[in-house]
């Protein structure tokens, strides 16, 4: 069983930036599409953003255009997501997900493995 680990989250002061870490013991996930998603309180979960194994990012929340990089460091293992100007909106737990396929798309049904999550919570 494959098990997607996220961190990075955790009080950040509106304004501000984060940068969330996406590791997966045991795959590489240079070859798979990594899909960023969001769930905040009584909302469903939204897709972020996504980087395809080829490298494309899209992002698909309206919300976080030209705020949000998502970057691959092949040599740790790592996707990330720096969220710049951080707004209190974005408060919620962020999970990371591998889908094999080369594109990205914004459905959580596309995606396989995924983690736990991590909290964000934002201060104003």
């Known amino acids: 069983q494959v098990q997607l680990v996220e961190s990075g989250g955790g009080l950040v002061q509106a304004g501000t930036s984060l940068r969330l870490s996406c590791v997966a013991p045991?795959?590489?996930?240079?070859?798979?599409?990594i899909g960023w998603f969001r769930q905040a309180p009584g909302k469903q979960r939204e897709a972020v953003s996504c980087?395809?194994?080829?490298?494309?990012?899209?992002d698909f929340a309206g919300s976080v255009l030209g705020r949000a990089t998502v970057s691959r460091d092949n040599s740790r293992n790592t996707v990330y997501l720096q969220l710049n100007r951080v707004k209190s909106e974005d408060a919620a737990v962020y999970y990371c997900a591998t889908r094999q396929d080369p594109l990205c798309t914004s459905r959580t049904l596309d995606f396989y493995y995924w983690g736990l999550g991590t909290q964000v919570d934002v201060a104003t």
């Open positions: 980087i395809s194994s080829g490298g494309h990012v899209t």
């Open positions: 045991g795959i590489k996930l240079e070859s798979y599409s």
